[in-house]
């Protein structure tokens, strides 16, 4: 009996997934320094949620709402709130959920032991679930970063933000969006 118990546990062990990395799950939208979120972001205060929708979705709801005809979509969007001018550049971000698994890795070592052959399973022994965020860094003519704590327009700007996500998220039909505007 303790022999199948143990043998349960090892089977189990080897069959299981490790986690190397955890995409962070995030309920409704966080404010943190962009390079802190993902390397390649600029050292900003971001405004940063989670994209459940296709690749390329934002940058075609931004282009329609904004009516950029594909030109600085994505870099320099202008927007007013109360009679002031500022900017906002987006970026699509992917954070995968890495893991190792084990059984392919078991396995090559068993082969590699037992005969002169080349891992089976080389490229196997991780495996990637990822999870896109849109990442949005706020400026204006006066401002570089009008989302740091310190800012005199982060109480203008963080409720215009809130509100852009979750109409981004409830609408389907980005054409629509003209029309409320």
């Known amino acids: 009996m303790k022999k199948m118990l143990l043998t349960a546990c090892c089977l189990s062990f080897m069959i299981s997934c490790i986690p190397i990395r955890i995409a962070p799950n995030i309920e409704g939208h ?63 971000v992917e954070i995968p959920t890495k893991t190792i698994n084990l059984l392919p890795l078991a396995f090559d070592v068993i082969l590699s032991e037992a005969t002169d052959m080349d891992p089976v399973f080389e490229q196997v022994h991780t495996s990637r679930n990822g999870n896109w965020y849109i990442a949005i860094e706020v400026f204006s003519d006066a401002e570089k970063d009008c989302l740091r704590k310190d800012s005199v327009s982060r109480d203008l700007v963080l409720p215009y933000l809130r509100s852009l996500k979750d109409e981004y998220l409830a609408t389907h039909n980005y054409n629509e969006v003209v029309f409320k505007n």
């Open 30 to 92: 966080r404010l943190t320094t962009g390079k802190r979120f993902k390397r390649g972001l600029p050292k900003k205060t971001m405004f940063v949620f989670e994209d459940p929708k296709d690749a390329n979705e934002f940058y075609n709801y931004i282009d329609t709402k904004f009516q950029l005809a594909g030109h600085f979509v994505d870099v320099e969007v202008p927007f007013e709130i109360d009679g002031h001018e500022f900017f906002f550049s987006f970026y699509e």
